[in-house]
């Protein structure tokens, strides 16, 4: 594993997920001590016990965005919470070709990003118990 920039993940303001249970978003930061990215994670899985979080994408480019999610749902995470890493090129676009790189892009990132939920992390079931 890389250590070109530490990761702490940092919980963020509590969130309720679609089945009305608590899920923390935490962000993804660079820290000042030399932690791998794996430990950071599992560090907030073991602090925060029963408690759900998922990662934020925070605006980083896709491809960082995939990394970070798979390391987080490796090591605790129960999903992810993504928004200009799945989009953002978009905002740049103008009508029929925004919408056709959405349908195209977007849609394909965000398949992407959630079959990674199939084969990696847990479920929020499992982590309240």
Not at 23 to 45: E, G, H, R, Y
Not at 76 to 98: K, L, N, S
Not at 99 to 128: I, K, M, P, Y
């Amino acid at each position: 594993m890389p250590r070109t920039s530490t990761p702490l993940c940092v919980p963020s303001k509590p969130a309720t997920s679609p089945a009305c249970v608590p899920v923390l978003p935490v962000a993804w930061t660079t820290a000042s001590i030399w932690k791998p990215a794996s430990a950071a994670c599992a560090s907030v899985s073991d602090q925060l016990g029963p408690v759900p979080w998922a990662l934020l994408s925070a605006g980083v480019a896709y491809d960082a965005f995939v990394e970070r999610t798979t390391i987080a749902l490796d090591n605790g995470a129960c999903g992810f919470i993504a928004g200009r890493a799945i989009w953002g090129e978009a905002v740049a676009m103008d009508g029929p070709q925004r919408r056709a790189w959405l349908g195209d892009v977007a849609r394909t990132r965000l398949d992407r990003l959630s079959a990674l939920l199939e084969t990696h992390g847990r479920s929020w079931q499992e982590v309240r118990g």
